[in-house]
């Protein structure tokens, strides 16, 4: 697996390429905070941990589908970090209230 950072809007988003499967995996916390407009990391991991409660409880089959994978952190130890392919991102993308979700509207 290859690691690769991207840069969106200003925001890291750490990403892993499994060469094996030719799948990218993003960090799932680091999505939720450029959809949330979050600058606190901690706080965007907080969102995260209460979205896959309700999640969860609804029943949703999204975050089992995520893995634990290990990525660069901040103090640039390797830690476990949720991480999900593209598909099961644009669903946890769809329970997350963000301008960034909302089609435009143009007249």
Partial sequence: MKQELAIFEGFKIRRIYDEETETWYFSVVDIIRVLTQQPDFQTARKYWNKLKERLNKEGSETVTKCHQLKMPAEDGKM?????????????????VPSPKTEPTISR
């Fill in 79 to 95: 830690r476990l970090t949720d991480a999900a392919d593209p598909e099961t991102l644009l669903r946890l993308i769809q329970s």
